[in-house]
C-alpha cells in the first residue's frame, strides 16, 4: 500500500505539486557509506530539465536540488535522504482560463471525480514535473550500484521511435545519445526527426514515442519467483511514468508473431563465458536477470496539452471547447529519457538487495 | 515484499510446484457476507485447465479445487480462504532426461544460478502451472465485484493475435469466444487459426499470442495517484504471468505512433451521461478509471517447450543439444485468457477496496 | 497491509478455523538450501500441542503437519513453504448452547460486529489453534538461523509469572524448562504452582501468566531505524498472540522506575570482547541488537472460557448470562511458551534477512 | 518494508537528523477534502517543543511547521502532505569532545557498528528529534478522525508515573494535565513531583515515566484479524517511540495476575446501549475495538545523557568514561505525552481506513 512510495527495499516517496511551493522526494533503505553529493543528483536533473532545447517546453525551471539528511561527510549513513526542489518559473494565471474544464487525455476528469477536489494549476500533482523527483531518486540508486558493481554497470535510454519515425537500432550509438536533443542513438535520423518534430509543433499538435531503456552489466540472479519478478518491477515502474501507455521487455509484443525456436534464445558455453545466441528475453527468464543485457521500451503518448481545438466538458457537466495554450513539450516522450533510466537504476537497486537478503550475495 | 503475494488489500499467496502434492493459494482480504463456493470456482479453473483440446497440452489434470477456510454457511466470514488443488497427473520421468539442463527461453539457468538449487520435475514453481491460483483468486475476486457491483459489472478475455495472424477486432462477439478452442472472438478466422495452429504443432514448433482482456462496469474513480496507477498495476499483474512479454493499456505501443488530437479522447455530456468519444486511454486517465471500458492487452511469447533441435549448456556448464518432448501446448497463451481475466478481477477488487478505504465510497 | 501474513522479508501467511478441515501456513521468503523436513517442525508442535498434561486442555490433536511445497529432495528451494494441519478431534456441540452469546473476554462480539458473521464453533478464526501455524513457521525459521549461526544461536522460553506466583529468575535453569508442565525455569517453585493451578482450575475459574523469551547468539546490528525497529517488530509480534496484554523488553515497564545510571548497560572492553556490565536495554539499543541476550516478556490474561457465571448479552442484543463448559487450559499462557519462542526466531530471521539486504552482510 | 515509514493506509515517512538542516516527513493517504492548515499542526507541536520549562531540555527550537504540498485553498487533496521544520539551535560543538565515545544506553555503539557510519551530532537521526515528525502526522490524523467521527472523538494523554512516584488515577482530571509541566493528570501529586525531579537533576541524573493515553469515542469494530489487530499495532506505534521499553494494552502486565472473572468483561445491555462492566481488555477484544475507551500505556526508561560518569568504549574499542554535558531533559518521558497521542491517532486512523476498506463502512 504506496500510493506515493516505489520500491520495496530501496524505496523513494516523491510529494510535491506542478505549482506548490516545491517538490521533492525521500529515498530509504540506500546502503551506508556511498559517496553521494548534489552533483550527482544535479546532473542527472538537468538532462530531464525543460527549457533545454526548442523541442521541450520552454518553462524555465533550475531544478535546483538540495539534500536535507541522510548524507553525513561525503556519505549516505544508511538513514532516509530527503530532497527538495523548489518551484520557480509557475505561471499559474495559464490555468486561469481552463480551471474549470477537463483537458481530455489529463488526469483533469478523473482526479476531480475520485477526490472531488482539484488543485488545477498546471495539473497539480498529475503534472510531470513528479518525474524530477524519480530522476533525484535513481541518480542515487544509480551511484550506489556503480559503487557496488562498479563501472560495468552502465544503464542508457534513448528514443527510438518518434512519432511515426523510428530509428535503425542497428546503427545504435551511445555517444551520440546525449549530442543531439531527442535523445536519439541513430544519428542518421535526426534531420529528418527534427523537420517532423518541427512541422507538429508548429501545426500546435504533439506526437508519441518510444523509449528504450537498456542496462549492462547487471548480476545474474536479480529477480524472484512470482510475484516480484524482475520484469513484472519493470514494468510497472515504467507504466507508472505518466503518459505511458505500454511496455515491452526484450521482444515484447512482438514476441507474439515469432516461433518457438525464433524466440528463445540459444545458450553456449565459449571458453569460461556462457553466451546467449540472441536477447529476445530482455536478458529476463522466468523473472530473474540472466546475465544478458536487460531491455525495456515503452510508449509515451502524445502530449494532451494542444492547441488544437478539443470537446470536453466542464466541472459542472457543461459541454464546451477546449484549446491548450502554454509551454508544452511537442513531444513529451523526450524527456521521458532520463526517467525511464531512473526507474531502471531503481528496479535494479531494489531488487539487488533483496537478493543479497534471500540468497545472502 | 512479496515474493509469492500479489495485492495490497485483497491479496493472494499462492504456493506449489508442478510436480509436488498440491498447488494452492490464501486469499485475504475478501470482504464478508459474500455468497462463495467451490463451484464459482470450479468453473473458471476448468476454462484453464489442461486437455481440452487438440490446442491444449494433453496432460490430464482434475483441477478440482477444495475450499479449506474462510467460508461458514456457504459465506466469506472476511478471515483468510485458502484454497488447494492436489496434482495428479505427474509425469516426473518425462523431465529425467533433461533434468541437468537448462531449456532455452525456460528459467532453469536462472533459477539454478540464483537458488543453487531446482525442482526440475516440470518447472517445479516455474510451471505456469501456478497460474491455476490466480484464476482461483480471480473467481472469488469476481463473486465480489459482481456482489456488490452487479451484472453490469463483467470482463471478458479473447485471444486477438495467434501467431501471425491477427483477428478483426470489430467482429468481436463475446458470445463465440468460449464457443472455439482459441477464445477468438471473431468467427471469421477461427478455421484459418485452426490449420496455422496444426501446421505449427505439426512441426514440432510452437507460437506466441495477444491477449485482450476488457472490463466493463468498472466505477469511476478506481486507482490511485504516481505509485498506485491502475494501469501500472495491471502492468504488473499481466507481466507476473509465466511467458508475458509486453503489456498494453487502450492503445499501448501504438500511441507512440498517433498526434495529440488522434490520441486523446474528446469528453461529450450527452443527455445525462458523460462520454467519450474514443478510448484510446483504455478507460484510464492519469491513472484512474474513467467509467469507460478498461482495455488490456499483452503479448504472450511462444512456449519454449519444442521439440526441435536447440543449442544449451547444462548444469555443469557443458555444452549440449536439447529437443523437449512431452506433453506441450503448442501455443501457451491460449490458456493465458482465462488468467488475463483472473488477474484484472484481481486488481480492480484491490483498487475498489483501496478507493473505499481512502474516498470512503 | 496483511490482514493474516506476519514479516516482511521472512513472511508467513496464515489461514484456518479452529473447527474447519484444516489450518495451515504458507512461508515465504526462506532461503534456499536449508535442510527441512517434517519432523523438525513436528518437535516444536508436540511441545504446543493440546492434551498433553492435566494442566492443559483436553482437547486431543495430533497436529500433525504436511509439507506441501518449497522442499525439493530435503532442502528448501527459496520458493513458498506450504504446510498443512488436519482438524481432529473438533467437537462443534460443544458450541450449539452458546451460539448466540458472546462470551466475555472473547472476540465474539467484535467479530460479529464488524463483520455481520461470524464462526461461531471455538472461536473460528478467533482460537489460539492459529497459533499452531506460528509455531510451524517459527520452526523453519529456527532451522534457518541455527544453519547460518550455528549452535550458540538459541532461543529459549520459560513461564516466569503464574497468576499470582512469581518464580525467582536467578534460579532459571534452561534444561528444567522442558522438564515439567508449566514450561517453568525454576525447580524451587514448581510444586506450588501445581497446587495454585489445581486449586485454580477445580474453582472453575483460570489465571493469567508472564512469559519470558531470551535469544541467545544473536548477531550485534539486526533491526532499523526508527519504524523497523527490533524492539517495535518484537513488541508487535508477542501482542498479535491471542490472549496477550503487556510486552516488555529488557527492564521493560519497570525501567520507568530506574533513574539514569541504574538503567543505562556501561559498556566494557575486556581482552578482545565487548561487555556490558548489566542488561536493562534487553539486548536492543536504539532498535538494534547489541549482541547481548535479547530478552522479551509478555502477559498472557487469563482464559476466558470460565465456569463460572457470567453475565453478557447475546446476538440479539439481549441480556443473559454464560458459563462456558467444554475443555479449556486453565491458563493459556503456558502454551504460550513455544509460540512466543516461535515468534522471536521469526522476527529475528527476517531481521537478519533486512540487515544482509541493507548493509549487505 | 518500510525503515521509516508508519502506517499501512495512512502511512507517514519521516526523515532528518537533529543537527541537519531539517527534519519532516510525508503524510500519505490523507483522505481529501478534509480542513488542515499549519496552526493545527504548530498546536500540537508545541505542546511537545522543549525549552517550555525548567523540567525539558533548554534547547531553544521553534519548532515551526511549513506544508509544502498536498493542501490546496485549505483542504487536502488526497495527494502526499510534505511537512517541513528547520532545525535552529544546534550546537554540534557540544558533541565533540563525545564524538568518537558510546554513550551507554544510547544508539550510538549498534547504529556505528550496523552502518560503519554515524552523524554523532545531537545523535544524528537517533534522536528524538524525529518525534516532532510524529507529532505532526498525528495532527493531521487527529484532523481527519474528527472531522469524520465529530467531538466525541477525542484522545487523551497524561504521565501517571514519574520515576517512583505514582499518581491516582481516580484523581485523572483531563483539564488539568495541560496547567502543569509534567502532563500530570492528578493535582493531588504535583508539588511531589516537582520536588523529585528538581532533587534528580540536580544531582546530575534522570528518571522514567509511564505514559498513558485514552482514546475515546473510537467506532467498533477497529482492527482485524491475527496480524493486523489494532493493540498489535498500538504496541508496534508505542514501541516505536524513543526509550519506550513496554506497552500495556487495559490491564497490561498486571492482567497475568488476575484470576478469569476478574480480568473478563462482563457486557451489558442498559436500554439501548450495550455496556461493560469494566475495562480491562483496554477496548480491544480479539484486536478489534469494542466501542470502550481504549487505553494504552507504556513506560519510557530514564534519559541517558546525564551527567553522572559512566563506563563505556570508544570507537577504537578502548575502554573510557563518559559524562554527558549539554542540555538534556532529567525526564523525557515527559515529552512523550503529545507523541503518545500522535500514534494513537495515526494508528486510530490507518484503522479506520482498512476498516471502510474491508468492510466498506
Chains 1, 2, 3, 4 share one sequence.
Not at 529476445?280 to 543485457?293: D, H, M, P, R
Not at 464546451?320 to 537497486?349: F, K, Q, W, Y
Amino acid at each position: 500500500m504506496s500510493f506515493n512510495t516505489f520500491g520495496k527495499l530501496f524505496r523513494f516517496t516523491t510529494w510535491g505539486e506542478s505549482h506548490g511551493p516545491a517538490i521533492g522526494c525521500v529515498v530509504d533503505g540506500c546502503p551506508p557509506n556511498i559517496n553521494i553529493n548534489e552533483k550527482d543528483i544535479q546532473i542527472q536533473l538537468n538532462r530531464r530539465k525543460p527549457g533545454q532545447s526548442k523541442f521541450t517546453t520552454q518553462r524555465k525551471e533550475d531544478d535546483k536540488v538540495q539534500i536535507l539528511s541522510g548524507i553525513f561527510e561525503g556519505k549516505s549513513t544508511g538513514t532516509p535522504i530527503s530532497m527538495i526542489i523548489y518551484n520557480k518559473d509557475m505561471r499559474s494565471r495559464d490555468y486561469e482560463t481552463i480551471k474549470n474544464k477537463f483537458r481530455p487525455g489529463h488526469a483533469d476528469f478523473t482526479y476531480f471525480k475520485k477526490y472531488g477536489i482539484r488543485d488545477y494549476r498546471g495539473g497539480g500533482r498529475q503534472s510531470a514535473r513528479e518525474t524530477a523527483s524519480r530522476v533525484a531518486a535513481g541518480a542515487i540508486a544509480k551511484k550506489v550500484l556503480t559503487s557496488i558493481i562498479g563501472k560495468k554497470y552502465n544503464v542508457v535510454g534513448a528514443v527510438t521511435q518518434l512519432g511515426i519515425l523510428g530509428c535503425n537500432i542497428k546503427n545504435w550509438k551511445d555517444k551520440y545519445i546525449n549530442k543531439n536533443p531527442f535523445f536519439c542513438p541513430d544519428k542518421s535520423v535526426v534531420k529528418l526527426w527534427e523537420k517532423y518534430l518541427l512541422t507538429i509543433r508548429k501545426s500546435g499538435s504533439s506526437c508519441g514515442a518510444i523509449i528504450e531503456v537498456r542496462a549492462r552489466g547487471v548480476p545474474l540472479g536479480l529477480g524472484a519467483p512470482i510475484y516480484s519478478k524482475l520484469d513484472m518491477d519493470l514494468a510497472s515502474a515504467m507504466m507508472s511514468i505518466n503518459a505511458v501507455k505500454g511496455v515491452n521487455i526484450g521482444s515484447g509484443m512482438s514476441s507474439a508473431q515469432l516461433t518457438g525456436e525464433e524466440n528463445s534464445d540459444e545458450i553456449i558455453k565459449n571458453k569460461n563465458s556462457i553466451k546467449f545466441k540472441s536477447n529476445n528475453a530482455g536478458g529476463i527468464l522466468g523473472g530473474i536477470s540472466s546475465g544478458q543485457e536487460i531491455i525495456v521500451s515503452f510508449a509515451v503518448k502524445p502530449t494532451s496539452s494542444i492547441l488544437k481545438n478539443r470537446k470536453t466538458i466542464d466541472k459542472f457537466g457543461k459541454n464546451t471547447n477546449i484549446s491548450v495554450r502554454g509551454r508544452h513539450d511537442p513531444c513529451v516522450g523526450i524527456r521521458a529519457v532520463p526517467i525511464g533510466e531512473a526507474m531502471m537504476h531503481c528496479v535494479l537497486l531494489d531488487h539487488y538487495l533483496m537478493n543479497q537478503a534471500q540468497c545472502g550475495n
